[in-house]
């Protein structure tokens, strides 16, 4: 069964340092979403990409925060200078965008921001 | 935006059916009702999505009165393992709002 699919597992980074979580999703997907996930809180969504664009952001997707499809294939978020709040899970999700279907998440990439 | 509301937590015990509520009064014409199931450190998984009336696969049902107002996960038979949090989701469009889910707890 096709699965998104994310790397590193794990990432450990000092503040400030830049880190790029890569995605690759579902190959017949259309549409890409990043969301994180604080320790011990819920899945916030972050943005969603389709048609090469931004087409939805949330408040915490700040201009610290970029996201990119440099391939067919891989989805990137990238976070420009990392805070100590930005630790928390991220999770890559795709979606085919057809009308009775949903979107597959990825298992996540740890993020530790020291 | 359709907000839903589920309870914080349930507790269960192995063997018996459990039924999740999730209420959305402002769901849309065009959305659709999903509900995830997420261990600890793990992404959500997708466990059924509907429309309206009921819907069945072969982990659980989903049953959506003629309002849609409301939506009710029904889990037959939980084991040890269906210990996770559950969340109901109504989405539209691109933007998905994941609320507090509900933490399922499965005692032997």
């Known amino acids: 069964e096709p699965e998104v699919t994310q790397t590193p597992s794990h990432q450990v980074t000092q503040m400030g340092q830049e880190v790029i979580l890569r995605c690759v999703p579902i190959?017949?997907?259309?549409?890409f979403y990043w969301y994180r996930q604080i320790l011990g809180q819920k899945v916030e969504f972050l943005v969603s990409f389709y048609n090469n664009e931004i087409s939805e952001k949330s408040e915490i997707f700040d201009d610290q925060f970029s996201v990119e499809r440099p391939d067919g294939s891989n989805f990137t978020l990238k976070i420009r200078s990392t805070k100590l709040e930005d630790s928390a899970m991220y999770f890559c999700?795709?979606?085919?965008?057809?009308?009775?279907?949903?979107?597959?998440f990825g298992p996540g990439t740890r993020l530790l921001v020291l | 935006l359709a907000k839903t509301t589920q309870p914080i937590s349930m507790d269960s015990y192995e063997g018996q059916e459990v039924n999740i509520t999730c209420s959305h009064n402002n769901i849309a014409t065009n959305d659709y009702i999903t509900w995830y199931q997420q261990f600890p450190s793990q992404g959500p998984r997708f466990i059924i999505q509907g429309y309206k009336t009921k819907v069945t696969n072969e982990v659980a049902s989903l049953f959506i009165p003629a309002d849609r107002k409301s939506s009710t996960l029904s889990l037959p038979r939980v084991s040890l393992s269906d210990t996770a949090v559950y969340y109901c989701l109504v989405a539209g469009g691109f933007k998905t709002i994941f609320g507090a889910g509900t933490r399922l707890f499965v005692k032997a």
């Open positions: 190959s017949n997907h259309l549409y």
């Open positions: 999700a795709s979606y085919s965008g057809g009308p009775q279907e949903t979107q597959y």
